[in-house]
């Protein structure tokens, strides 16, 4: 071997103890762990159908990987085995304490009734994920969905819950804790608030990555947006869109709750910005009580350019925020970047010192100019150049005597880096934070 392994040995000596101790160690060894299984390694696959009907009576948590399901004749796995493997699992397995995994990758669509037909022998399952295939696709997903919930008996389950019956106070309260509004999430390390990039609605709050709770470990992914698979413990931002075609009631109560508690972070140019909002009733618009402005490095760079625009989208915006929203109600931030040291990479910044300054100006003049942002229930700036300006930039537009400390900003000191703006769990504060 080129490297010791790095797995923890089983410590196969409590198996030469008294057979009270053995039969105390076995049931820990198969209830405790995650047994992952390649059903196309010949090795593997006849040691778990070795496996005594004690052992697999006790096991707990089974991932079953069957790798690429090809044409006939060029399968490595066959629904043979398959359907041989399923049938140790329904006959042998206590599936009412099991949590089992499947995974796969369907190269061709027709193919798909090689692995669906034997896995409707599994019932009753404790949980289940499924991914059929490694690249998304919708109709293998709503298939994977599909198993899923009739291998778990979730299928036929109609709750009949009388939500619309509901106080419409009590069912706000409900709606909020769907993915209507996006939080921050510690799995995640996502944006704590809504992602309108560009203008563009809500392609950018699907993660990248696995959320790591779709499945017992991190051997397989069964997040949806990733793969063609459904996991019921999936974690991952998907947004409801079903909850405005289940009727007219329905979907005003889920805009109201949508536009009232998310936090808008708008990127990009200010036009796709601008055609966004005006994409919006007024009744809803005047419904948004908190908005992030996040410019990025190239926005000081290509804004104030003459062929760029930038700015002068930027005070397009302004005035319409003062017309269509309820600015008593709104917190509205800007934040022009992540960290120092960004700008130091792209900057000279002894050269650019006084450019950068007129950018921030240039941005908080429209603001400034308009009386009613005074109005503002709180406005917070985050530079990462000269923060020591942030104060003057929130008095010129709030007033003299407007104190951002007390409508809860973090001062620069203790911001997390991950978070210039703020962050979303007091947790998350550094005590040196930015100085770091």
């Given amino acids: 071997m ?34 992952k299984l390649s059903w196309w390694n010949l090795p593997a696959r006849e ?32 629904e043979e085995d398959i359907d ?47 991914c059929l295939a490694v690249l998304p696709d919708v109709p293998l997903g709503k298939l994977a969905k599909k198993m899923v919930l009739g291998a778990t008996n979730h299928a036929g389950r109609a709750s009949g819950f009388p939500f619309l019956k509901l106080p419409k106070e009590l069912r706000s309260q409900i709606l909020e804790h769907t993915d209507l509004v996006v939080r921050w999430r510690d799995h995640k390390w996502s944006d704590d608030g809504l992602v309108i990039q560009d203008g563009l609605d809500l392609a950018d709050n699907n993660p990248r990555y696995c959320c790591w709770r779709c499945t017992r470990s991190h051997a397989f992914c069964c997040c949806p947006h990733l793969n063609s698979s459904f996991s019921e413990s999936c974690a991952c931002f998907i947004f409801p869109s079903a909850f405005f075609r289940v009727s007219h009631q329905f979907a005003t109560e889920a805009r109201e709750v949508f536009f009232s508690q998310n936090r808008f972070i708008f990127t990009g140019p200010p036009d796709g910005t601008l055609s966004f909002l005006r994409s919006q009733s007024p009744a809803m618009l005047a419904l948004i009580r908190k908005i992030d402005f996040q410019m990025s490095t190239s926005n000081v760079i290509n804004w104030p350019r003459p062929d760029d625009g930038g700015l002068r989208a930027w005070r397009t915006v302004v005035p319409f925020l003062a017309e269509n929203l309820n600015l008593a109600n709104l917190a509205l931030s800007i934040d022009t970047g992540p960290a120092h040291d960004t700008y130091r990479n792209l900057f000279d910044l002894d050269a650019h010192r006084t450019d950068i300054r007129d950018f921030h100006h240039a941005v908080i003049e429209p603001l400034r100019d308009d009386k009613r942002f005074r109005r503002l229930r709180s406005f917070h700036v985050f530079w990462a150049l000269f923060n020591e300006d942030e104060a003057e930039a929130e008095r010129a537009v709030k007033g003299p005597d407007y104190d951002s400390a007390r409508d809860g900003k973090i001062p620069y000191g203790k911001r997390n880096p991950n978070f210039p703006h703020g962050v979303p769990d007091s947790s998350l504060a550094w005590e040196n934070g930015m100085a770091v």
């Fill in 2 to 35: 080129d490297h010791e392994c790095y797995c923890d040995a089983i410590p196969l000596q409590l198996f030469t103890c008294c057979r009270a101790v053995q039969r105390e160690v076995r049931g820990l060894l198969y209830a405790r762990n995650v047994f």
């Fill in 47 to 78: 040691t778990f159908q070795r496996l005594s009907a004690a052992a697999l009576a006790t096991i707990t948590a089974l991932q079953i990987d069957l790798g690429s399901i090809e044409r006939r004749d060029r399968m490595i796995v066959t």
């Fill in 84 to 130: 041989r493997l399923f049938t140790i699992i329904a006959t042998k397995c206590t599936t009412a304490n099991l949590n089992f995994t499947l995974a796969c990758d369907v190269l061709e669509r027709k193919h798909i009734g090689v692995v669906t037909r034997p896995f409707k022998r599994l019932t009753d399952l404790r949980s289940c994920a499924v």
